[in-house]
């Protein structure tokens, strides 16, 4: 008997780095210290209260059953609405599903497209669940290097460089975590076609969609209608504990989507579902922009502060709430310094080893999921920190 062991599977899942500064400045905490957070990449914003009214109207009816594995229809009919108003686009609902955080959309999309061996193409950097879900399902991901100059996206001469044949598809994320980064059209359009060049598939997540600065975020599914699109309740729609998302698939997906659903996850939370209908009601919109305008506000002030410090940064990122700061100038191992940062200066961060392979020893990622008063302390602590020696 194999008494306490694991798959081999599980032991090549590799750890989020974040969680030891997480445990640490917890510990911090403990002990007394004030701690800045900016290693979070969740909003600090609660849910909008239309939608907890929503739930709490549901709840008091006391009829918490399953829905259909696919999800509520009615809260499909309404994201296939809001495709039609935002992006312009028809997506049948029958092509929605209601899945338990984009977590639950992507390991249905991958489950779906995937057998032995198969390969994926994704980022690096880039979130590090996606690599790893990859795995779970049999199959290899391999990360493809970008850097500043490539406004850290991949592109389609970078796919086809890559390509080989055990590539089976892509994943791009655009608002990308951890740099905030988007593609833009004719990016998407090259990308897009590249794919379809190769009889690949494509996993579009969008799920920083909404929180963009400047300019409109771009869906896959403007594009084509052969993508599979990942989205959140959890980032602009504040609804991070209550774990909602959505995939959008193919026509030809949709049977297999549905057979994933009912063996995985029964269905989503029906609670959740049912608060998540007042999330595109017009009162719920003006407080989400209005959210997104402080992000924009505290994405200003955190990004010229850094910069004024000497942190190397490209342009201002185009979505999501983070900067990935080039952190050179101070150390040329971004965990240690992170670890530094937190011990010395009580300011928490994400070393750039949690996002890939990809010269991770100089970043750091900032999120700013706090207000302003506590990123200008955050601010403040670093300049004292830096400056110490000088």
Known sequence: MNIGKVSKRVESISPFYVM?????????????????H?????????????????????????????????????????IANFYHQEYKVEVSADR???TPGASGALTVALASLLDAGDEV??????????????????GKAKPIAVDAAEHFQLT???????????????????????????????QLNDIVQTVNNHNGFLISDEIYHGLVYGQRAISALEISDNVFVLNSFSKFFGMTGWRLGWLI?????????????????????????????AAFSDETRVILDQRR?????????????????????????????????????????????SLQLLEEAGVATTPG???????????????????????QEGLRRLKIFLMRDK
Not at 20 to 36: P, T
Not at 163 to 170: H, K
Request: hydrophobic share 40%; proline share 7%.
């Open 20 to 36: 030891d500064i997480m445990a640490r400045a917890n510990e911090l905490e403990e002990s007394g210290r004030d701690i800045i």
């Open 38 to 78: 900016m290693e979070v990449g969740e909003p600090d914003f609660s849910t909008p209260q239309p939608i907890i009214d929503a739930a709490q109207r549901f709840l008091a009816i006391g009829d918490v059953h399953y829905t259909k594995a696919q999800g509520l229809p009615l809260l499909r009919e309404k």
């Open 96 to 98: 929605i599903f209601i």
């Open 121 to 138: 193409l994704t980022c690096d950097p880039g979130y590090p669940c996606n690599n790893n879900i990859v795995t779970l399902f049999g």
């Open 156 to 186: 389609g001469a970078a796919i086809t460089e890559a390509w080989t044949p055990a590539t089976r598809g892509v994943m791009i994320a655009s608002p990308s975590n951890p740099t905030g980064t988007m593609v833009n059209r004719s």
């Open 249 to 277: 698939v193919p026509e030809y997906a949709v049977p297999a989507a549905n057979r994933l659903m009912q063996n995985l996850y029964i269905s989503a939370p029906t609670h959740s579902q049912y608060a998540a209908l």
């Open 293 to 337: 305008d402080e992000f924009e506000s505290r994405r200003d002030m955190l990004y010229e502060g850094l910069k004024e410090l000497g942190f190397v940064l490209i342009d201002k990122p185009e979505g999501a709430f983070y900067i990935y700061a080039d952190c050179r100038a101070f150390s040329e191992d971004s965990y240690a310094f």
């Open 353 to 375: 080893k949690d996002f890939g392979i990809s010269s991770p020893e100089r970043y750091l990622r900032f999120a700013y999921t706090t207000s302003e008063e506590r990123i």
